[in-house]
């Protein structure tokens, strides 16, 4: 049955949760870019008098490490005005007040009406005018606010960000939850003056507080933009509305005492606002006011008190700012308000909140200061959690510390996850994130562990996937600098590239050198953190690569690291690090650079260290399933499509499967068809696993031979441990037929049955949602190697690798069914590849009529000597051969590697009797011959529909004969033609 109802697309999954800095990016949407300044020659002239005017506002962004000054286009008539709106684009108009001053009021309805809402500010230049403009308030329809030019081009910046502030108010708080700053005041005079103090302040601040631990200059933008809003209010009901709206984001309130209500100055205006404000939430207030009396007002209300004509205003109202709304440092006090102790930085406050007293955390308990200095801080996912946290939900203040500081732990996680983050011994074991051990690149392997790390973390795959753990195996990646140094440091270049060296000297030459000190520091708290076995795989900077895969030319180590000596798991991990950068310049790696025409020098290695999947067997240990899965199929059948995709599975350890040997295939979008008769699935099935054997803790890493802790056991082992009970069942002889029971005798069928038909958890379910996400983030097929095992009851399917296969060109149109019979070399319709290939004039043949199953090792080598003359002579050539090319199972095949075929620009597998044939399974092989775009053909014995012209083949001439195999030249190129729609493929020689 077809899984149905997964319809997944990944723009409507990916990035539903969003952490600080994705909120920080949406943040002040509008920003003003262009501003247009109206002003007649004489007042432009007051403005700009020293020529220099321009160049301190842009002087004042820098200062205040705002990265994008505005640009501005001043003109002197009203006429010039309308043309520039017209033609360009603005975002703000600034008009100054002149001798005639009807003309900025009847300018600005003209602009509105080219533009309706664009924000227009007037900048009048005298407290007369201000006077003319306060009775004419009503003709200032289009006028949004007056300020006065006091000289000081602050007065500017303040108008742009008041304006921005206005603009994104609304969507920042709804977004962010970031602070408002609300400022009464009806005198233009006062907060012309007060509004450049503020941002100047704010700015100044969130810049000092940015600088504690803001890393990149991009998050420093992006976190800038989570200041407080400043809104300013001129009378009681715009202020009491704006209120009402923000109440839950007010920082703090400073108000005038006397101003506007109900369309008169009211003397105690500012007392009533305090009092309304005071009845919703509980904030910091500064009431300011040019008459002293009002003190004793403040006094009373509680709220702090600012004369304006005081020589301190700036300094005041920084320090009130510091002192009561977050800014400053963060003040533990008793019940009493004495300061018992100050915390300068996220981190410090976290540390001396362990420690303080029970008395000050339920004194802070009843209040929002620490949510508000959070905020200010700009860690706004972290205040939001602790804004609903109160005394009053505690026992004690010592539970009302643990729910803070699990706050505190849960948010850093959260700003970690799916991220690359810095070396710390604590992050080690968590598979939220991947742990940097050393700098520079992380390889192919290695960026494509981060990218799965990251989208399955923005991705929320349990709603989408119910019923199993999707995750990343805790993972940590050695950079490719440490590589650099290891080589340079040791001088080890001199030796490897001046003059071939015999491999095992080579790896006895790697293990004699020292990494550096760092890194064996950081793999040393290493080992003392991780007690799991260990899987340390290559990661080149080629490998995975689209075009050059470099895949399966390097060394996988894995390590019991049980060993009861800390010090001897430490230098079997170093060693196995070491060797895995020896793997660069093994036999096989230089062959395969010397294949695609790379330079070895080219390469730099970086090194996963990633804990193994599986459970414990008494002395082994293995996962219940591995295997690996793509995204296209080269071989559907029946109701299949090629987009389907495909995966192989089986027990135990992973190897099993990229190496060909029998493994179980299966559609993951139609777990339940089955790809094969019963007597084949028989025939067929996995009769051994690979298990890492973990007696062997004191074997040393070995590049020669790495895999000399790994045992392969017959499948009665895995049986007998209890690990098939998910996935085997019996064949019952007599009824001819599969049953779940082991009490019947009988061959085991390892086919997953419990798992992929009878649904015992989603694992094809959770394939075919992976292999559809990864295809279209990456925008190729894809190949993924996973692993899965029970967990607490749970199932937690682990994605070990992901890596991209060729893109196939479908377009192009192939003639398959217009070729004589006669010249038909070959012709199949299990064809793998997509295109034309006409230049190839050589054909290697492996005799089945002289094949011996039991010689398939020494045909391998044969062929490898082959391929070595072709590849001196840089010529290309057709492969043909009985059984399964590149198998890990020397009796179902030739087991070449791919270094010995490498010149193979095509590759025919002949089925014969007792061979029948079913696509090879090597995961390694095959993404070398899909990425590399060779042709691939299975002729199956006896099938009508394929078919290999072996008379045509005796009457071509035999240029070189081996003991098992043939050397054919062809008078003229070959005519190679694959269809990828069809899946037909035909080879021709005329």
Known sequence: MAISGLKYTLRDNYMRRKNDRDIFQELMAFKVREILLVANPYDAYTITADGQFFDRIVGEYLQLNLYTAPRITSVSTADEALQFMERGSYDMVILMAGLDKQAPLYLAERINALNAGIPILMLVNNNSDLKYFKMVGGQCAFIDRVFVWNGDSKVFLAMIKYTEDRKNVEADTAIGDVRIILLVEDSVRYYTRYLPLLYATVMRQTQAIIEEHTVDELHKILKMRARPKILLCTSYEEARATVDRFTNNLLCVITDVSFEKDGKSTPDAGIQLVEYIRSKISIPMLMQSSNAANQAKADKLGTDFLHKTSDNLAHNIQEFLMSRCGFGDFLFKTAAGHIIDRA?????????????????????????????????????????????????????????????????????????????????????????????????????????????????????????????????????????????????????????????????????????????????DKLFHYVQKITVPLAIRSSGLFEDSLHQPFSGVYTTFVLPNNHPDIGERFRQLTRAVKMVYASVFSPDARNYFNAVNYKIEEEKMAVIIQALVGKNYGDYFFPSVSGVAQSYNFYPFAYMEPEDGFSVAAVGLGMYVVGGEKSYRFCPRYPHLELQALPDQVKDTQTAFYALNLKKNNWLPDATMPDDNIDKLYLKTAETLGALTNAAQVYDGANDRLVNSFDVRGPRVVNFANILKYDAWPMAETISLLLDMFSEAMGVPVEIEYAAEYSN???????????????????????????????????????????????IRYLVYVDTNAFDKTLTTDIAREIGEINQWFDTQQLEYILVGPGRWGTRDKFTGIPVQWSQISRARV??????????????????????????????????????????NQKLLDSLEIVKQFRYARVYAFDTPARIEMDGKRRKAIIALK
Not at 807 to 819: A, C, E, K, L, T
Request: with cysteine.
């Open 344 to 520: 300068r930085t996220i981190s410090e406050f976290e540390d001396k909140l362990r420690l303080v007293s029970e008395e000050s955390l339920q004194y802070h308990g009843g209040r929002q200061g620490i949510s508000t200095w959070l905020m200010a801080r700009g860690e706004i996912s972290l205040a939001q959690m602790l804004r609903p946290v109160s005394i009053e939900d505690f026992k004690t203040g010592q539970h009302l510390r643990e729910a803070i500081l699990e706050r505190f732990e849960y948010a850093r996680l959260e700003r970690l996850k799916g991220r690359v983050v810095q070396f710390d011994p604590k992050h080690l074991d968590s598979n939220r994130f991947i742990v940097r051990l050393g700098n520079g690149s992380l390889g192919g392997k290695g960026r494509g562990l981060a990218f799965i790390s990251h989208l399955i973390e923005n991705i929320e795959l349990t709603k989408l996937i119910k019923g199993v753990n999707i995750l990343l195996p805790p993972t940590a990646i050695i950079g490719v600098e440490e590589f650099g140094i290891f080589m340079d440091k040791n001088r080890l270049y001199e030796r490897v590239l001046a003059e071939p060296v015999p491999f095992g000297e080579l790896c006895d030459l790697f293990a004699e050198h020292e990494l550096s000190a760092g890194l064996r």
């Open 793 to 839: 009851g749970v199932p937690a399917f682990n994605i070990l690798q992901i890596k991209p296969l060729i893109r196939s060109d479908f377009n192009i149109v192939v003639n398959v069914d217009q070729m004589a019979d006669e010249y038909t070399l070959m012709y199949a319709e299990k064809g793998m590849g997509n295109g034309i290939i006409n230049d």
């Open 907 to 948: 590759i025919i597998e002949l089925g014969l009797e007792e061979f029948p044939l079913e696509a090879s399974l090597g995961s390694h092989f095959f993404h070398n011959v899909t990425s590399m775009n060779v042709g691939y053909f299975s002729i199956t014995h006896k099938d009508p529909r394929n078919r290999f």
